[in-house]
């Protein structure tokens, strides 16, 4: 079945210490989305790929980072998690051509202790 | 600025009917999607409206009133497996998905 992949489910990490968020899809899909979700909110965009072309929402934290390698995989490093970092982020994927709806993976849960 | 309101939290009976409204402001509009979440899982697609009136699928179904800025979800014959939150999402006019903090559906038997 075509999915949204993303690993680890579960992430634990410390106060500083850098970490890295991956997330594979079997769509085929141009773009590619990284969101962070904490409890009761709504998905904040982190920043977008259509293609290789990133975009990077403006109020996203220079602790974050994105990498595209290639169409089917995307990595988020947050290069020094601070507390309030500690959410869901869920990575979804679209096609670009019609924009049609977005197919999210499972998401990380990350803890930072 | 940009604003999706819904309920925080809902509840309703097994078996019964419940209406879920979100009401948006947004820079320009390209569609309008509902999502289910359930606790610690990812969103999954429910509808999608473009055009105004009511889009049907199963014991799901949404409106849409662009003039009023306003959409609905409509849940039937509610199953306990319904409980979830439900996220409407609206797509402006650089077709960026503006999203509501969702509704927390619970269901009672």
């Known amino acids: 079945d075509a999915m949204v992949i993303q690993n680890p489910r579960y992430q634990v990490t410390q106060f500083g210490k850098p970490v890295t968020l991956s997330c594979s899809q079997t769509l085929n899909h141009n773009v590619m989305y990284w969101y962070q979700q904490k409890s009761s909110q709504a998905p904040k965009l982190l920043f977008h790929y259509y293609d290789k072309d990133f975009n990077n929402e403006a109020d996203t934290p220079d602790n974050f980072q994105s990498r595209r390698p290639n169409t089917s995989f995307c990595f988020l490093d947050i290069r020094s998690p601070g507390l309030g970092d500690a959410a869901m982020y869920l990575c979804?994927?679209?096609?670009?051509?019609?924009?049609?709806?977005?197919?999210f993976g499972p998401g990380t849960r990350l803890t930072v202790l | 600025g940009q604003n999706i309101d819904q309920p925080t939290e809902m509840t309703a009976t097994e078996g019964a009917i419940v209406q879920i409204n979100c009401t948006y402001q947004t820079s320009g509009f390209n569609g309008l999607f509902w999502y289910q979440q359930h606790a610690g899982e990812a969103p999954t697609f429910l509808s999608y409206?473009?055009l105004d009136g009511l889009e049907e699928k199963g014991r799901f179904s949404s409106f849409l009133s662009r003039s009023k800025g306003y959409s609905y979800l409509l849940l039937k014959e509610l199953q306990m497996k319904d409980s979830a939150s439900y996220l409407c999402?609206?797509?402006?006019?650089?077709?960026?998905?503006?999203w509501g903090a969702g509704t927390k559906l619970i269901i009672k038997p």
């Open positions: 409206n473009v």
């Open positions: 999402a609206v797509r402006d006019s650089n077709y960026q998905l503006i």
């Open positions: 979804a994927t679209s096609n670009g051509s019609s924009y049609n709806e977005q197919f």
